[in-house]
């Protein structure tokens, strides 16, 4: 069975500071996607990798595939009130059609 | 742009009543699917399709029924609604399979009493 762990489950910081939250797994993934879920409202796509080592920015935030696409990070610097929400990681399942979902990132940015 | 539109936002149902979440999308997409998400346990596939006409079961599909009789439409039926589908319920649609896009709705949350 094929599984994403996503670390921490939650996490609260202040505005200002820079964090680092992770998405692991022992399976080979063709790639990989992060969502931001605000309350209320469902998922939105933030980015998509798909190469080994691939680092995509947006804004203050930076996404990395790792070299063996097993895994990936979402770094944020100088963390805003606006950030906070949960992340998802999601990859590619057994099935085209089927993803794999992390359970998530609970991130609280205190004003 | 509307996207992908869900009804009803909220539903309270008794024990064994049944019911029918709609789902909508405008953006011609041949894959729809709907998820439901619990605390701690992130989105579980219930059902998905591929095209009209073509549905297929996800990770959690027992108590729950899906049609698919035209590309913008994929409802999802509460045959005898438990407590334990106490839970929101996200319909999606993308152009395809993985490394595309998936656009979520709203939501609907369902509280079974």
Known sequence: ?111 | NAGVTQTPKFQVLKTGQSMTLQCAQDMNHEYMSWYRQDPGMGLRLIHYSVGAGITDQGEVPNGYNVSRSTTEDFPLRLLSAAPSQTSVYFCASSRGGSGNTIYFGEGSWLTVV
Do not use: M
Request: hydrophobic share 35%.
């Open chain 1, 1 to 111: 069975t094929q599984l994403l762990e996503q670390s921490p489950q939650f996490l609260s910081i202040q505005e200002g500071e820079n964090l680092t939250v992770y998405c692991n797994s022992s399976s080979v993934f063709s790639s990989l996607q992060w969502y931001r879920q605000e309350p209320g409202e469902g998922p939105v796509l933030l980015v998509t990798v798909v190469t080994g080592g691939e680092v995509k920015k947006l804004k203050r935030l930076t996404f990395q595939f790792g070299d063996a696409r097993k895994d990936s990070s979402l770094h944020i610097t100088a963390a805003q009130p606006g950030d906070t929400g949960l992340y998802l990681c999601a990859a590619d399942g057994d099935s085209n059609y089927q993803l794999i979902w992390g359970a998530g990132t609970k991130l609280i940015i205190k004003p």
